[in-house]
């Protein structure tokens, strides 16, 4: 894809955006950038294995990533608190310790402790299990079970403010409603127009996310949350009450 084709796209969501966020400012196209990839080695063996980064420092859609990024985890973790989602997932480190004291188990459970192979990498974009369709699935059942319309997002990355459904005042500058269907076209974006330079060539992620975009923990999450309640779904209820989990990004601890 030429870099032309890139922006112009780009340049086409964020027209949509300030159609449907009338308040929004786009960002001067003077820093616009294709992201550039590189290979960070790792720990273990640097020579044979690698972490593929993707920076989206300079992408063009970087702000409107972090803004839908923001507002899906934050529905991921609203919708898990009020049992729309049953799964596993710790969005804070600090939850572990009191949900962890505070669970039951009887003494012959059984741990398992393991890690999701290749999160970022390792998922499909298509199909019944894919990145679209979780997205769709998480936002249907928002927009069924959460009062989505007064979803709200702080617009500032440094802010102490966090996600809510509320009112917002019209002189507020650091905080924005952000439509369902707004969330949606911009992680649809996402998923269908990763590219990346790499050396003098230009390439597409037509499986995984970049690990570098603002939106890609998000939607991690949230194809792990989609396994784990459509698993979860098939235990009878005396089964269920028996499964207890906490998962963190990739990491797993399940009894």
């Not at 063009?60 to 985890?73: I, N, T, V, Y």
């Not at 019209?170 to 076209?185: A, C, D, G, Q, V």
């Not at 939106?215 to 009878?236: D, G, Q």
């Amino acid at each position: 894809i030429a870099k032309e084709v890139f922006e112009a796209r780009c340049d086409k969501l964020w027209q949509a955006a300030k159609r449907m966020m009338p308040t929004i400012t786009i960002p001067s196209k003077k820093r616009w950038a294709m992201p550039h990839a590189y290979a960070f080695p790792k720990d273990k063996d640097p020579i044979n294995k690698t972490r593929p980064i993707v920076p989206y420092y300079h992408h063009p859609c970087k702000r409107l990533l972090f803004w839908a990024g923001r507002a899906f985890l934050f529905i991921l973790k609203t919708s898990q608190e009020n049992s729309i989602i049953d799964a596993f997932t710790i969005f804070n480190t600090r939850e572990f310790v009191p949900k962890a004291t505070a669970a039951t188990m009887p003494r012959e459970a059984t741990p398992f402790l393991g890690d999701v192979k290749n999160m970022y990498t390792n998922m499909p974009h298509n199909g019944e299990k894919g990145l679209k369709a979780t997205v769709n699935w998480v936002l249907d059942l928002a927009t069924k079970h959460l009062d989505m319309k007064k979803l709200i997002i702080p617009t500032h990355k440094n802010t102490p403010h966090k996600p809510f459904f509320g009112a917002i005042r019209k002189s507020s500058k650091n905080r924005l409603h952000m439509p369902t269907e707004m969330i949606r076209s911009i992680l649809m974006f996402d998923i269908k127009n990763i590219y990346f330079t790499l050396g003098n060539g230009t390439l597409q992620q037509t499986e995984g996310v970049p690990m570098g975009s603002p939106a890609s923990p998000a939607l991690a999450v949230a194809l792990c949350m989609k396994a784990e309640h459509t698993w979860l779904s098939t235990l009878s209820h005396g089964d269920r009450k028996g499964v207890l989990g906490f998962r963190y990004m990739d990491d797993l601890l399940v009894f």
